[in-house]
């Protein structure tokens, strides 16, 4: 079957309106009859490699080279769960804390904190039928359950705007909440601290931390961002609070996802660099500031992002080398900046 079929069939499952066919066939024009590297890249997830080998692996010796080489690829849908949740500790948090989120729920709410989440039920994936009420059964209530239980767990954070998309696409990956709210947790609590807490502070971190390394990588748009006065911020925002939800096409998010829970939040400066460097040319265009800004939602369209294998592929080699002792170094520089700030 055509990966691009194979794609439309994902989205549907999901619960998402069909996506547009991403690439069009040049190899004998039916799209039946497509072979070649996509096809195969769409299916190497289903190789028994994932049922024997690397799957177990994974399991008993997550951190391994051979384990990352295959998460690159991506994760076959039928093992996303179980994968995120072992490279990420999450499960060894659920197993070392049995009933925690179920007295979670049963124990006394903020009501601030209620209302709060009720107010962006309606809000998160309109679009979805499986998020509607009149669906049977509706996600808003496991959702629901899954940020309350949550913004009591974790209150320095409670809940935060951007938490309720990221809650949502664990939950259709899961299809169970607690596992979603310990996948939540590893997300908020250990990948990318105080992204969410009301100061944002490592949130406003990481854009300063992207803003240096286009500084370093490709400069010639730092020029442009600095001459213009455009701040990172308007430009980016949504790409960190939203882990590239609504933003990047949904088979290419979860690919970004697969590494994410594995390799931690340079992931996301590797897909930031990737979209910016790869249309460089595109945003040098920009001429002024509201310019500059549509170009940033521009380069997040079109067959570049949507064929998520041979993209994923240019965020390993597009951006060049880019350790976490770098990421570290800049953090700290652009954190202290911020705090003398004010």
Not at 125 to 137: E, I, L, S, Y
Request: proline share 5%; aromatic share 10%.
């Amino acid at each position: 079957m055509c990966p691009a079929v194979t794609m439309q069939r994902r989205h549907r499952a999901r619960g998402f309106p069909a996506a547009p066919l991403p690439f069009v066939c040049t190899r004998g024009g039916a799209h039946d009859s497509c072979r070649g590297e996509q096809e195969e890249v769409m299916t190497c997830a289903n190789f028994p490699v994932w049922k024997c080998g690397v799957f177990t692996c994974c399991c008993v010796l997550p951190h391994v080279q051979c384990v990352k080489r295959y998460i690159r690829k991506g994760i076959p849908n039928e093992h996303r769960a179980l994968v995120w949740m072992i490279v990420s500790g999450a499960q060894a948090n659920m197993e070392q804390n049995p009933g925690y989120y179920h007295r979670l729920l049963e124990g006394e709410k903020n009501d601030k904190l209620v209302e709060a989440i009720k107010t962006d039920m309606n809000r998160t994936f309109p679009d979805n039928v499986k998020f509607r009420k009149t669906a049977d059964p509706c996600l808003q209530h496991t959702l629901y359950n899954v940020l309350v239980a949550y913004g009591h767990h974790n209150k320095a954070v409670g809940y935060c705007q951007g938490m309720n998309f990221i809650a949502g696409y664990l939950i259709l990956i899961t299809k169970n909440e607690e596992e979603s709210f310990w996948l939540l947790d590893a997300l908020i609590g250990r990948i990318l601290p105080d992204y969410y807490s009301p100061a944002m502070t490592g949130l406003k971190t990481d854009q300063e931390v992207l803003g240096e390394l286009v500084k370093m990588k490709v400069p010639a748009v730092a020029e442009l961002m600095e001459r213009h006065g455009v701040m990172w911020t308007l430009v980016v925002s949504r790409w960190f609070i939203c882990l590239f939800i609504d933003i990047l096409p949904v088979e290419t998010v979860l690919r970004i996802w697969d590494c994410l829970f594995y390799e931690g939040s340079k992931i996301i400066f590797r897909v930031a660099l990737t979209l910016i460097k790869q249309h460089q040319a595109f945003i040098l265009e920009a001429t002024n500031f509201p310019d500059i800004c549509d170009k940033f939602k521009e380069i997040t369209k079109g067959t570049f992002v949507t064929e998520c294998h041979s993209f994923m592929q240019k965020i390993f080699t597009e951006p060049g080398s880019l350790s976490m002792a770098t990421i570290n170094k800049l953090r700290e520089t652009c954190c202290e900046k911020l705090l003398s700030q004010g």
